[in-house]
């Protein structure tokens, strides 16, 4: 398959649970609570996309699999898409942005304080993916800026598991595969030079 | 006057909790090793059980008092948007599940600090018993809300009937634990079997009411059938369903979810809008049906029937 085909492929299978959802809404598929329903949906999906677009560099390392990293910058603004999408349903559920309720919840609910911090620090991120932003912030400061997406991902699975009621269960499946994805990254970084020190 | 005393129980009459509160297992259990072979035969006799518990129309309803006029919500959704962790943590699992109960025969056991205790078989405790029904609305402390149609009757029928005596200050409620039919409770999410509990004057009160079916009809499992607390002035989890047993306590009970989390569930877990879950805010809610979310009310709306109850008292320590 070739690039063109490939990024095609992907980008279709990025908008099927968006459209899926949005299938479910038009023939009363959501339940008795759809609004809940819609942001639970997308919340899972943003953080599903987020260890989508954070597996792309591991896998390279692990398969050499260079291909793949054209892929990571759809993926990544596939993450903000369904990030804005659960922003804006949860904005739309507070009365059409009731400012108060809502800085309100973002000042004095630590979950909503995570995840509206997780949401934020995208915002930058989608702002300077394109080529011209890489070329004009210079590739060693765009990567910098970039590894916000560390703490945005880490925000987010604070906010997962902050607002769960109970069963820490599913949360810790999520959580579990984001903790393996930033420790291959670490091990590549600082692991393997340290084991190769003391094998001399 | 004539004052009867029951006979004294010795301790080795009293079945173990866990035995009592899984009595029908062990009876399908033994019946079965009794009956060798007829695993067929059994099996029938479970769906012909099962079919005749299929929802009955309750006759000579009521109307009772307290109601509100607000829309009330639909069967549909009353009975497909359900919290009951035994069927599942989705709350579209108790209806998918639940049917797997059994809740016929049920017994009731009835015990601590009342003059009558005894395990009461539903039908002999409902006999002559009046429903009414009570339009009520319902607050779950996830801050979603509902009106549902109850029929039952008040809490204090009955209490009146066990005589509790003067040192009978709270009543513990027990829901039914039967791990083969309950899948959601072969996990750990919370203490089994689920418990709940009222300070006596809170279930003498009489907008305190035990409901046995809501439309007019007999509950379906996943509300509660046969029988189930409905508490309106507090969140929903204290409204526990499948009650199997009631017992009358000095101290107050160690309730399911304030063993869970005690800083986040308290015994009382009155409506509040004023006093927010550690982790989300209780001032609105969203009424299922409706787009958007309305505030809370205090004591969900019943403030001048129950706030006296709690005068004097520090809601904010006492959640």
């Known amino acids: 398959m070739g690039l063109g085909s490939l990024k095609r492929a992907v980008f279709v299978a990025c908008v099927l649970p968006a459209l899926w959802l ?7 598929g959501l339940g008795a609570n759809p609004i809940e329903e819609v942001t639970h949906q997308t919340g899972i999906w943003t953080f599903r996309f987020m260890l989508g677009t954070l597996a792309i560099t591991p896998l390279r390392y692990l398969t050499a699999w260079g291909r793949l990293v054209p892929l990571r910058r759809m993926v990544g603004l596939f993450t903000f898409f369904y990030a804005c999408l659960h922003f804006l349903t949860y904005g739309v559920d507070y009365w059409f ?72 269960r599913r949360p810790g499946i999520y959580i579990g595969w984001l903790a393996l994805l930033f420790g291959i990254r670490l091990w590549e970084r600082f692991g393997s030079r340290w084991w190769r020190r003391v094998t001399g | 006057m004539l004052i009867q005393h029951p006979p004294g129980i010795a301790s080795s ?38 079919m005749s518990l299929g929802q009955q129309e309750i006759l000579n309803v009521q109307p009772g008092p307290f109601g509100t006029d607000e829309p009330k919500n639909s069967f549909e959704d009353i009975t497909s948007y359900n919290n009951y962790y035994e069927f599942g943590l989705d709350k579209r699992d108790p209806s998918r599940n639940a ?48 009106v549902i149609p109850w029929v039952g009757f ?54 305190t009411i035990l409901a046995v079916g809501l439309y007019g009809k007999t509950l379906l499992n996943q509300n509660g059938a046969p029988m189930r607390l409905v508490v309106p002035w507090k969140y929903g989890f204290k409204s526990i369903k499948s009650i199997v047993q009631m017992r009358f306590t000095a101290d107050q009970p160690r309730t399911a979810w304030n063993k869970a989390t005690p800083n986040e569930y308290g015994f009382f877990a009155n409506v509040n809008p ?27 709306g019943y403030d001048d029937q129950v706030a006296s109850l709690y005068n004097g008292m520090d809601l904010r320590r006492f959640f």
């Open chain 1, 97 to 168: 942005f009731d400012l108060d309720a809502i800085i309100d919840d973002v000042i004095n609910r630590p979950y909503i304080t995570a995840g509206f911090t997780g949401f934020v620090l995208l915002i930058p991120l989608a702002f300077t993916s394109t080529h011209a932003m890489v070329r004009r912030l210079g590739g060693r400061r765009w990567q910098q800026l970039h590894r916000l997406v560390y703490l945005s991902a880490g925000a987010g699975a604070a906010h997962f598991l902050w607002q769960t009621k109970i069963d820490l």
């Open chain 2, 13 to 50: 009459e009293i079945t173990e909790e866990r035995i009592f509160l899984n009595r029908r297992e062990f009876i399908h259990s033994a019946a079965g090793a009794t009956l060798g072979v007829a695993a067929g035969s059994f099996s029938l006799g479970k769906d012909a059980e099962a």
């Open chain 2, 99 to 146: 049917h797997a109960l059994t809740t016929s025969p049920w017994t009731i056991r009835v015990d601590g600090h009342v003059a009558k205790p005894a395990d009461y078989h539903i039908e002999d405790l409902l006999k002559g018993i009046p429903f009414e029904e009570r339009v009520y609305r319902l607050r779950c402390v996830e801050a979603w809300s509902m």
């Open chain 2, 274 to 300: 004023t006093v927010n879950h550690p982790r989300w805010s209780q001032r609105s809610e969203r009424r299922i049906g409706r787009f958007f979310r309305q505030p809370t009310l205090m004591f969900n």
């Open chain 1, 22 to 28: 949005f299938g479910r809404g038009i023939t009363d």
């Open chain 2, 154 to 207: 008040p809490l204090s029928t009955l209490i009146n009937r066990f005589q509790p005596t003067s040192n009978a200050k709270y009543v513990e409620f027990t829901t039914i634990l039967r791990l083969s039919e309950m899948p959601g409770a072969r996990r750990p999410v919370l203490d089994w079997p689920y418990v709940e509990g009222l300070r006596i004057d809170e279930a003498m009160h009489p907008l």
